[in-house]
DNA sequence: GTCTATATTGAGATAGAC
DNA sequence: GTCTATCTCAATATAGAC
């Protein structure tokens, strides 16, 4: 009942298709221009309606962005949570983590380079909170699975195990930047490529 | 002569202290809100003035945004330069490079924080094509060295130098965004930390 | 579900006094 | 070098017709 009750708030049912439509579309221009200098007009425009229209799908504009974080983080915790739950050694589980984070980049690009470029703003907004604990779950789950790996042996411990999370988190992340979906790797080779530079370095010995 | 008549177009000689002082509490508002959202009425508030008397120092909001990066980008190439221009084995050319980058992160972490944040957007715009170039020797720079250890056969050579360039550039630049002064790792021991997961990785063999 | 029309606010920037 | 006062524009958002 909740939840019917949330809905109802809504100006419209979350499920409509043209919504969905309107929500990608913002997602790249916020991803191309930065939410704050995206207009919503150049939303409306792109969608091929009026600005004033829009308020007929959503609240306001930060109810966009706020939509399309929430999915994307929620889809990438989803993964995490799963590949941890299901278990197995930590090389395996942490190759397996590498390529969650990789197939989350490869779901919806633009939606990452949002998060990306506007997470140290939003976080200091209590309406965003959500995004903090995300990072927090994510962080505990990673980072404990290094620990597990350097506890039986299969990794090196003279690295503090949380700076080696962020290094590999925030390379995994940042690489959407340069990502082309059309380019000549997909994106389980570059999760490869990463992996091989993780685990034994470019140095030949 | 020009370089006179340069700084005559501007309200006031780029030599002012004051002028440093606001650019420098500019910078760490952009870093903290980023520059869209950042008015100038902050900047003002925070230098303890009046917004109408920015405009005494700087022609516009964009000029500040401008001088910030430009002086970034300009130390992080010239650091670049020297270190390649010195030459030596490769391996410790990267090195060097390395830790000029992360240099460079410490020297002025709120600029670069400016820099990640605003790149994509800036680039787009003439005014910052700049921006560009300095991306391009810096590519130049790092690719052609691990090229170079490549051919020698101090570093693997199954994965794309290209790809590896990125990579480091990406996680080197973007640890600013975890990276504390105050913390219990200096701005050199993190970069040692990161030369060890890269040459050698994170597996025990 | 979209349009017309508009209210309202807040932003960057300027002119001239001190 | 800063302040007072203000211009001008563009942005988000709303109300009600179709």
Redesign the pocket.
């Known amino acids: 009942m909740t939840a019917e009750r949330a809905a109802r708030r809504r100006a ?1 049912p979350a499920e ?1 298709v ?2 969905e439509e ?1 929500l990608a579309i913002a997602t790249r221009i916020f991803a191309d221009k930065g939410y704050a200098s ?4 150049e939303i ?1 425009d792109a ?11 959503f ?4 109810s966009m962005l706020d939509e399309v974080m929430r999915a994307f983080l929620d889809g990438a915790v989803d993964r995490y949570r799963r590949t941890v739950t299901k278990g197995g050694d930590p090389l395996g589980v942490l190759r397996a983590l590498v390529h969650d984070g990789f197939a989350a980049l490869g779901s919806n690009p633009a939606a990452l380079v949002v998060m990306i470029n506007e997470f140290n703003l939003l976080v200091q907004s209590p309406r965003f909170a959500y995004l903090r604990e995300g990072a927090s779950e994510t962080e505990r789950l990673w980072a404990g699975v290094i620990e597990e790996g350097m506890r039986t042996g299969v990794f090196r411990s003279d690295i503090d195990p949380r700076m080696i999370y962020r290094f590999m988190r925030d390379t995994i992340w940042i690489s959407v930047r340069w990502y082309d979906p059309d380019g000549k790797n997909t994106i389980e080779e570059i999760a490869d490529f990463y992996l091989e530079m993780l685990l034994d370095g470019i140095r030949v010995r």
Chains 1, 2 share one sequence.
């Open positions: 419209v409509s043209r919504r309107i995206t207009t919503v007009r409306a969608a091929g309606i009026l600005s004033g229209s829009l308020y007929h799908h609240d306001s504009k930060e």
